[in-house]
T-cell receptor, first 112, second 114 residues
Framework: GDSVTQMEGPVTLSEEAFLTINCTYTATGYPSLFWYVQYPGEGLQLLLKATKADDKGSNKGFEATYRKETTSFHLEKGSVQVSDSAVYFCALSAGGSYIPTFGRGTSLIVHP | DAGITQSPRHKVTETGTPVTLRCHQTENHRYMYWYRQDPGHGLRLIHYSYGVKDTDKGEVSDGYSVSRSKTEDFLLTLESATSSQTSVYFC?????????????FGQGTRLTVV
C-alpha cells in the first residue's frame, strides 16, 4: 500500500539556519504530494503541494520539489524563524485512493 | 479557512463509558475522515466516509464506530472507552477523490479516559 517515510525528529535549529526535512514515499500510480504543518494546540493545515513530477511547491519561504526518480519530496527553508517551530507532516494522495496517507511527522524546534 | 467544527474540544471520561465525538462541516465535501494522533505514531486513520451512510474502516478501527446520516456531520463513537483511547482526535474533509485534493482539518478533540 501507499506509505510515507519522514526523518525522525526533533530537528533543533538556531534562528536563520537552513532547514531540510526529508520525505520519501511509496505509491502506485502518480500521487500528489503535500506538506502540512501543525502549530501547537492546532489542527493540521496545508503548507504546500505538488501534483506532478518536477513540480515545486512553495509557501511562506518553504519549498519542496516532487522528485519521481528518487520518490522524494524534501522540505526546505533557507532561513528559519522561531515562529516556524511546529510539527511538519509529509503526505500523499494517490489518484486511485481518496484517503490521504501521512508520515509520522517531524517536530521542528527553532531557538532564538 | 474551511468550515470544520469538532465538538467537544476537550473531554474527560471514565473507562467503560460510551463517548461520541462530532465533526461538522459547512463545505459540502463528500469525504470525511477520523484520525487519532499519538506520540510516536503520527496520524492514524480510524474510519472514513465517502458519502452519506457510506463508511469504512481505517487501520485502527477496533473499539470505534462511526455514522454519517447527513453530508455535514460525521460522528465517532467509542463504544466502551478504554485508557488506550486517550488521544487527540482529528476530523478531516476532502472534496474529491482526485489526486491533487488536499485535506482540511478540524482543531482536534483531546480525549482523556481515566
Amino acid at each position: 500500500g501507499d506509505s510515507v517515510t519522514q526523518m525522525e525528529g526533533p530537528v533543533t535549529l538556531s534562528e536563520e539556519a537552513f532547514l531540510t526535512i526529508n520525505c520519501t514515499y511509496t505509491a502506485t500510480g502518480y500521487p500528489s504530494l503535500f506538506w502540512y504543518v501543525q502549530y501547537p494546540g492546532e489542527g493540521l493545515q496545508l503548507l504546500l503541494k505538488a501534483t506532478k513530477a518536477d513540480d515545486k511547491g512553495s509557501n511562506k519561504g518553504f519549498e519542496a520539489t516532487y522528485r519521481k526518480e528518487t520518490t522524494s519530496f524534501h522540505l526546505e527553508k533557507g532561513s528559519v524563524q522561531v515562529s516556524d517551530s511546529a510539527v511538519y507532516f509529509c503526505a500523499l494522495s494517490a489518484g486511485g485512493s481518496y484517503i490521504p496517507t501521512f508520515g509520522r511527522g517531524t517536530s521542528l524546534i527553532v531557538h532564538p | 479557512d474551511a468550515g470544520i467544527t469538532q465538538s467537544p474540544r476537550h473531554k474527560v471520561t471514565e473507562t467503560g463509558t460510551p463517548v461520541t465525538l462530532r465533526c461538522h462541516q459547512t463545505e459540502n465535501h463528500r469525504y470525511m475522515y477520523w484520525y487519532r494522533q499519538d506520540p510516536g505514531h503520527g496520524l492514524r486513520l480510524i474510519h472514513y466516509s465517502y458519502g452519506v451512510k457510506d463508511t469504512d474502516k481505517g487501520e485502527v478501527s477496533d473499539g470505534y464506530s462511526v455514522s454519517r446520516s447527513k453530508t455535514e456531520d460525521f460522528l465517532l463513537t467509542l463504544e466502551s472507552a478504554t485508557s488506550s483511547q486517550t488521544s487527540v482526535y482529528f476530523c478531516a474533509i476532502s472534496e474529491t477523490p482526485q489526486g491533487n485534493t488536499e485535506a482540511f482539518f478540524g482543531q482536534g478533540t483531546r480525549l482523556t479516559v481515566v
